[in-house]
């Protein structure tokens, strides 16, 4: 399975490429950030995270999108402009048919590091393990792309045998 992870952001939107399944090895294909200047008008900046997002959809063919859920923030501005970058996102993936997958900054921590209170820097060192990289991966909304990646193929794949399971209990 190949992930595209998403970590929204309309200044920096990271992005990360992985390709493995559950048990076995991962592979990253691509790790980056799509940035946007503070003074351009905000429909430039989303058109800008939309070409962005796009370009990597061509250029890497991923079977599912994943992106952090948007989380409430005492800085609303914040928030708003995460959840216009997640958009980004989401409009992408239902124009390609491509499922998409949510999931919270948590359950992304618990599921690469074990403990969903985890800081950034064991997010990135756990990212850096998991994928055999030989540096770990800067800045660190690249690696939080990343580990939203191996959340998905960990538990995306998991629900899915889950939900193939039950049809055919029925």
């Given at each position: 399975m190949r992930v595209l992870g998403i970590d929204p952001g309309l200044t920096r939107c990271g992005t990360g490429v992985v390709e493995g399944a559950p048990g076995q090895?991962?592979?990253c294909l691509h790790v980056g950030v799509i940035r946007t200047g503070p003074e351009v008008p905000i429909e430039v900046r989303l058109t800008e995270v939309s070409a962005g997002l796009a370009a990597?959809?061509?250029?890497?063919?991923?079977?599912?999108?994943a992106i952090e859920r948007v989380f409430s923030q005492q800085n609303v501005r914040t928030a708003t402009?995460?959840?216009?970058?997640a958009a980004m996102g989401l409009?992408?993936?239902g124009?390609?048919?491509?499922?998409?997958?949510?999931?919270?900054?948590s359950e992304v921590k618990a599921a690469v590091t074990g403990h969903g209170r985890a800081d950034k820097a064991q997010v990135t060192a756990m990212v850096t393990r998991i994928l055999r990289l030989t540096a770990a991966p800067k800045p660190a909304?690249?690696?939080?792309a990343l580990a939203i990646a191996i959340c998905q193929i960990w538990r995306g794949?998991?629900?899915r045998r889950l939900?193939?399971?039950?049809?055919?209990a029925r």
């Open positions: 090895s991962m592979r990597l959809v061509d250029e890497f063919q991923p079977d599912a999108l402009g995460t959840a216009q970058a409009l992408l993936a124009q390609r048919g491509l499922p998409v997958a949510l999931h919270t900054p909304d690249a690696a939080d794949e998991s629900q939900a193939a399971a039950v049809a055919a």
